[in-house]
Nanobody
Framework: QLRLVESGGGLVQPGGSLTLSCTGS????????IGWFRQAPGKEREGVSC????????TYITSVRDRFTISRDTAKSTVYLQMNSLKQEDSAFYYC?????????????????WGQGTQVTVSS
């Protein structure tokens, strides 16, 4: 059974850093496209970053490019989202999701399986 578990969220001051982890079981992160999404209260869930299964190609939305880094450790079956220079507008519930097909997208539809999420709050 495919399962995703996020961790690493918390409260951080503006300008600070957090690293989120998404650990998968029942599948190989090397063979699966993984996306990070976030959802703030009253807003749509939006794609933040994604790493494709083939070649490990990564993508980011404009607002996080140069601040966030997605990576994967296949030995640990984990995908990370390193978040630097955090802003208040980055506050949201963050989810990782798996797409059994080999492409990234910024909308949730193509992603088959989801973790339970982890809260990120950026506040002074």
């Amino acid at each position: 059974q495919l399962r995703l578990v996020e961790s690493g969220g918390g409260l951080v001051q503006p300008g600070g850093s957090l690293t989120l982890s998404c650990t998968g079981s029942g599948f190989s992160v090397a063979d699966t496209t993984i996306g990070w999404f976030r959802q703030a209260p009253g807003k749509e869930r939006e794609g933040v970053s994604c790493i494709r299964s083939t070649g490990g190609t990564v993508t980011y939305i404009t607002s996080v490019r140069d601040r966030f880094t997605i990576s994967r450790d296949t030995a640990k079956s984990t995908v990370y989202l390193q978040m630097n220079s955090l802003k208040q507008e980055d506050s949201a519930f963050y989810y990782c999701a798996a797409n059994s097909r080999d492409f990234c997208d910024y909308v949730p539809g193509p992603f088959d399986s989801w973790g339970q999420g982890t809260q990120v709050t950026v506040s002074s």
